[in-house]
T-cell receptor, first 116, second 112 residues
Framework: GAVVSQHPSRVICKSGTSVKIECRSL??????MFWYRQFPKQSLMLMAT?????????EQGVEKDKFLINHASLTLSTLTVTSAHPEDSSFYIC????????????FGPGTRLTVL | EDKVVQSPLSLVVHEGDTVTLNCSYE??????LLWYKQEKKAPTFLFML????IEKKSGRLSSILDKKELFSILNITATQTGDSAIYLC????????????FGTGTRLKVLA
């Protein structure tokens, strides 16, 4: 149990386009989802926390107009990178917490974004 | 500002060696400390620690938390090449909402 999927696993896009990444909890209801960014050989950096039905809480330094997060249901959160630029190229990972097991977070497999 | 620091940043050992990875933290409203192993993709969960002095074990891995010194260690005994990975320490803290602050990570390479 407690499986989180992400789609797509890899995306390559041109500079200036927008990219949407989906994060789904497959077998549980995720009351909270987290979005992280990871640069090569670096640790995970929390970008934002989203709770179902409410606005996401962004970490300091993360532009909310640039990284749009929508937690529309208890099983789906989306991250849209708007007007992507090469510096947005990174590994984006989501995680989810269950209502029943709120001490644990379950990670998705990640999405590698390359902006040309 | 909340922060989590891991040391060493990287480590190269030979199979059979024992390693100790360190994690220190300064956060407000600490809830738990977690260790993860990351190979090619997303991190996989190893341990969650909430109480001081209680060792958690899983096979060759063990971990303990010291809430007075704000410190945790992860031990791996009789290392194998399959232990090569990045080991991440994360602290769950409350600041209006619960969130996880990740440390810098320790990159472990085990040579055959």
């Amino acid at each position: 149990g407690a499986v989180v999927s992400q789609h797509p696993s890899r995306v390559i896009c041109k500079s200036g386009t927008s990219v949407k990444i989906e994060c789904r909890s497959l077998d549980f209801q995720a009351t909270t989802m987290f979005w992280y960014r990871q640069f090569p050989k670096q640790s995970l950096m929390l970008m934002a926390t989203s709770n179902e039905g409410s606005k996401a809480t962004y970490e300091q330094g993360v532009e909310k107009d640039k990284f749009l997060i929508n937690h529309a249901s208890l099983t789906l959160s989306t991250l849209t990178v708007t007007s992507a630029h090469p510096e947005d190229s990174s590994f984006y990972i989501c995680s989810a917490k269950s209502r029943d097991r709120d001490r644990e977070q379950f990670f998705g497999p990640g999405t590698r974004l390359t902006v040309l | 500002e909340d922060k989590v620091v891991q040391s060493p940043l990287s480590l190269v050992v030979h199979e059979g060696d024992t390693v100790t990875l360190n994690c220190s933290y300064e956060v407000t409203n600490f809830r738990s400390l977690l260790w993860y192993k990351q190979e090619k993709k997303a991190p996989t969960f190893l341990f969650m620690l909430t109480s001081s002095g209680i060792e958690k074990k899983s096979g060759r891995l063990s971990s303990i938390l010291d809430k007075k010194e704000l410190f945790s260690i992860l031990n791996i005994t009789a290392t194998q090449t399959g232990d090569s990975a990045i080991y991440l320490c994360a602290v769950e803290a409350y600041g209006g909402t619960y969130k996880y602050i990740f440390g810098t990570g320790t990159r472990l390479k085990v040579l055959a």
